[in-house]
Nanobody, 118 residues
Framework: QVQLVESGGGLAQAGGSLNLSCAASGSIASIDNMSWYRQAPGNQRDLVATITTDGSTNYADSVKGRFTISRDNAKRRVYLQMSSLKPEDTAVYYC????????????WGQGTQVTVSS
């Protein structure tokens, strides 16, 4: 059994910053790609950023230059540093990880709310 637990969401003003963290625990041999997604009300869940095991990153165009994804493999954590926040960044942010324990299986966190006021 694997759990992904996000923390760090909350309220920020436009132009401000927030940092998200996600911790993986449970039956884990290793972790492949780790990602952050977000879903605004009435919208589909969209990919925000991905980081591979060797640290290669990929970002949605809407957050390039403002968000930074990183990971700590020893701590089984992934982070999302968000700066220059905009009201359109308001969404529930979800952690996603591909966990390897005999087989590769994707897992989702429960989500954390980020609200950016104008």
């Amino acid at each position: 059994q694997v759990q992904l637990v996000e923390s760090g969401g909350g309220l920020a003003q436009a132009g401000g910053s927030l940092n998200l963290s996600c911790a993986a625990s449970g039956s884990i041999a290793s972790i492949d790609n780790m990602s952050w997604y977000r879903q605004a009300p009435g919208n589909q869940r969209d990919l925000v950023a991905t980081i591979t095991t060797d640290g290669s990153t990929n970002y949605a165009d809407s957050v390039k230059g403002r968000f930074t994804i990183s990971r700590d493999n020893a701590k089984r954590r992934v982070y999302l540093q968000m700066s220059s926040l905009k009201p359109e960044d308001t969404a529930v942010y979800y952690c996603h990880a591909v966990i390897i324990w005999y087989v590769r299986k994707p897992y989702w966190g429960q989500g954390t709310q980020v609200t950016v006021s104008s």
